[in-house]
T-cell receptor, first 109, second 114 residues
């Protein structure tokens, strides 16, 4: 079963704009991670936020976590065409990661 | 340094055949994971090894699926009597410690069962 659900399913923006993706989950977690996937192959880890953290930054990425609402958001600022990919949130409520269905981001030049 | 590698990159087989998919984790990583990803879906957990033992195999869909990691490094996912529904990308990941660590993924093996 998939615990995380990303929203929106697809997002199309212009280069330079910001992209925001949301993730909701159902059970308590230890941490939440965001991954990126190009062309349906290997996933690349972007950022991990622990349950006692509320916000984390990494370069152009900003992740927030609201454990009371069981939700997280990923913000990509000043997007580039190279950011075009699928983005997944993953939670570790059970013994390993549970992924959502992902958000497909298209950044047009 | 070398990342997680998986072989083969692509595998086409016929319904009913046996297949083996191989994963070489990052050197020194004690934890290894197998996932399956169908088109338009996120990866679904299959099995998790800590060292040589399967710490959690609750994601294996049925007894046609089996995985081993005999020396605590390389792992092989084995699928018997393949079915068309087994077609998917099979992803392997490794991490330094347990499941709460960052997982590093391989490029996956795309399996097509005809």
């Amino acid at each position: 079963s998939q615990q995380g659900e990303e929203d929106p399913q697809a997002l199309s923006i212009q280069e330079g704009e910001n992209a925001t993706m949301n993730c909701s989950y159902k059970t308590s977690i230890n941490n939440l991670q965001w991954y990126r996937q190009n062309s349906g192959r290997g996933l690349v880890h972007l950022i991990l936020i622990r349950s006692n953290e509320r916000e984390k930054h990494s370069g152009r990425l900003r992740v927030t976590l609201d454990t009371s609402k069981k939700s997280s958001s990923l913000l990509i600022t000043a997007s580039r065409a190279a950011d075009t990919a699928s983005y997944f949130c993953a939670t570790d409520a059970e013994s390993t990661l549970t992924f959502g269905k992902g958000t497909m981001l298209l950044v047009s030049p | 340094g070398a990342g997680v590698s998986q072989t083969p990159s692509n595998k086409v087989t016929e319904k009913g055949k046996y297949v083996e998919l191989r994963c070489d984790p990052i050197s020194g990583h004690t934890a290894l994971y197998w996932y399956r990803q169908s088109l338009g879906q996120g990866p679904e957990f299959l099995i998790y090894f800590q060292g040589t033992g399967a710490a959690d195999d609750s994601g294996l869909p049925n007894d046609r699926f089996f995985a081993v990691r005999p020396e605590g490094s390389v792992s092989t996912l084995k699928i018997q009597r393949t079915e068309r529904g087994d077609s998917a990308v099979y992803l392997c990941a490794s991490s330094e410690g347990g499941n709460q660590e960052t997982q590093y993924f391989g490029p996956g093996t795309r399996l097509l069962v005809l």
